[in-house]
C-alpha cells in the first residue's frame, strides 16, 4: 500500500489549470480577460477613473472612455499602455486596444 501511495500522488489543481485551459483552447482568452481585471493597476489610478475595460474578444481589448478628452489621451497613449500590458506574463494575449465613447 505504501507503494501505491508514493506512486500516485494527487497533482496540484493550480498547475493543473494552465494546461487544461490550453487544452480547451481558453488559454488565450483567460488571459485576455485577466487584463480587463487588471486595467486599473495597468494604468494607473487617473485613468482608471476616466475609463474601464470592459472586454476582451480575439485579441482585442476594448476601454470605454466616456470623455472626448480623455479618448483623445487614451488614443495617444495606447502604444505604451499596449507594451505595459505585454510586459506581463499573461498580456501577449492582447493584439490591439480599441476604445470606444460610451460608458
Known amino acids: 500500500m505504501n507503494d501505491r501511495k508514493r506512486r ?5 489543481m493550480a498547475s493543473l489549470v494552465p494546461s487544461v485551459l490550453s487544452s480547451l483552447g481558453l488559454k488565450r482568452s483567460c488571459d485576455g480577460w485577466r487584463v480587463v481585471a487588471q486595467w486599473p493597476e495597468i494604468v494607473g489610478v487617473d485613468i482608471a477613473a476616466q475609463s474601464r475595460a470592459e472586454r476582451f474578444s480575439d485579441g482585442v481589448l476594448y476601454v470605454t472612455v466616456p470623455l472626448d ?4 489621451e487614451l488614443h495617444m497613449q495606447r502604444e505604451l499602455i499596449l507594451r505595459k500590458i505585454h510586459s506581463l506574463p499573461h498580456g501577449k494575449a492582447v493584439k490591439e ?3 470606444t465613447g460610451t460608458r
Open 8 to 12: 500516485y500522488r494527487p497533482a496540484d
Open 69 to 72: 478628452v480623455w479618448r483623445q
Open 97 to 99: 486596444i480599441r476604445l
